[in-house]
């Protein structure tokens, strides 16, 4: 067989090399590693760019830090001229991935599918140059697929190789029902691969099945396999669960940067490397020399974490808003003072009232009986100084500052 590395130039070599260290940096596995540098190689001998691959569905239009995992990967490969195939899988996303599912998941609607995608592109751009993404609607191609087609398709894959998902194994140990439907979610995301002829796919380690059938179905189909990289999923701020907007540990990637930069310094201090190597886009380089200098203890992990906080708020905010979040940090933490932009809110509620429902009325908890929990564990305060009784009334007058936790801050306005 006559490989494409065989007929690199040194300096193609060098390049092929330096492109398979930053693609591979980060990822938990590689399927297969040679075929990665095989591609690379061809794509350099050919001047042809790569197709990587990322689908989605639209099932929770807000994205967070643990999102943009696999977009800071994709964004690497743009960066050399690789073209990104985005797909919205429409199709796919009425079905739902049954992946870490004990139940089928509820089917969505059009219109959910459609206004999901539409805030996923917007804040997708925050990380990624759209004008080098090929954006996918998989419904294009599914939908035009007949019944024979379907089954050939199903042809293509066993049973046994189908209930191998834990997901299934698991409700079928347990006599929960397993829909016919649901066994067609990874072969409808194979296909993609097949119909776009995808050269590599991402995705999280929880998807490993889904991806894996891409690569089965091109060999079926007789194309050339794609190559599949399996991205770690992030840990949240509570350095325990997967990072969740349900379990309240995430950072928004279009929050306030003084809240993403504050909720960024409750990063445990055991995953600043981790989040370093993930979701910035420093370079290879200043991430290796990120772990080196926190290995080594020649960095306090609180200026770590300081560095990594500002990374974070630069990257979706800018740098002036990086450095105004850095400073306003410093200001209410470090030298407890009150911040300089508190959001003034405009009072027009009764004038005597108990601290849970004052707090609760200001949208900063959700729930009286969380606001009393607070209370009872000193989280609020009025004009910086702590409440102490859950049924204390407060005189609302104009000023009045309230702060729920550490970052939350605002003042009421009176007419």
Do not use: C
């Not at 925050?126 to 035009?144: A, I, P, R, T």
């Not at 701020?237 to 379990?247: A, V, W």
């Not at 969380?370 to 702590?386: S, Y």
Request: proline content about 3%.
């Amino acid at each position: 067989m006559n490989r494409s590395m065989d007929q690199l130039s040194a300096e193609q070599r060098k390049e092929m090399e330096r492109q398979y260290a930053v693609y591979t940096h980060g990822t938990s596995q590689v399927i297969p590693g040679e075929e990665l540098k095989e591609k690379i190689a061809t794509s350099l001998l050919k001047n042809k760019p790569l197709k990587v691959k990322l689908g989605l569905d639209p099932s929770a239009p807000d994205v967070h830090i643990g999102h943009t995992v696999v977009l800071n990967k994709l964004r690497q490969f743009q960066e050399n001229g690789h073209m990104i195939q985005l797909i919205i899988g429409d199709f796919t996303g009425k079905i739902g991935d049954p992946t870490g599912k004990s139940t089928a998941r509820v089917q969505l609607t059009d219109e959910e599918v459609e206004r999901n995608a539409k805030t996923y592109l917007e804040q997708f751009g925050k990380v990624l140059d759209q004008s080098k993404v090929e954006l996918h609607y998989n419904s294009k191609w599914l939908s035009e697929l007949k019944f024979e087609d379907v089954i050939e398709l199903a042809g293509k894959i066993t049973v046994a190789r189908l209930l191998e998902r834990d997901d299934f194994e698991n409700r079928m140990k347990a006599n929960k029902p397993v829909s016919l439907h649901e066994f067609f979610y990874p072969l409808m995301q194979g296909y993609d691969s097949v119909h776009l002829e995808s050269d590599i796919e991402l995705g999280g380690n929880d998807q490993y099945f889904n991806v894996l059938m891409g690569r089965h179905l091109q060999e079926q189909f007789g194309k050339e396999k794609q190559v599949v990289l399996m991205m770690p999923l992030l840990e949240g701020l509570d350095g325990i669960e997967k990072m969740s907007k349900s379990k309240g540990n995430y950072i928004g990637i279009t929050e306030k940067p003084s809240e993403m930069y504050g909720k960024a310094m409750s990063i445990p201090d055991e995953l600043v490397i981790k989040y370093t190597e993930l979701i910035t886009d420093l370079s290879l380089d200043e991430k290796l020399a990120v772990r080196q200098e926190i290995e080594q203890g020649r960095i306090h992990p609180r200026t770590a974490k300081m560095n990594l906080a500002k990374t974070i708020v630069r990257m979706f905010h800018g740098v002036a808003a990086s450095q105004d979040a850095e400073a306003q940090f410093q200001q209410v933490f470090q030298q407890k003072q009150l911040p300089t932009d508190i959001e003034e809110v405009l009072w027009e509620g009764e004038r005597s009232i108990s601290v849970p429902n004052l707090v609760v009325s200001l949208d900063m908890l959700p729930s009286t009986s969380e606001a009393r929990r607070m209370v009872k564990n000193g989280g609020i305060k009025l004009n910086e100084t702590k409440v102490t009784n859950v049924n204390e009334e407060v005189a609302v007058e104009d000023g009045l500052v309230v702060q729920v936790g550490k970052r939350k801050f605002k003042k009421i306005k009176l007419n």
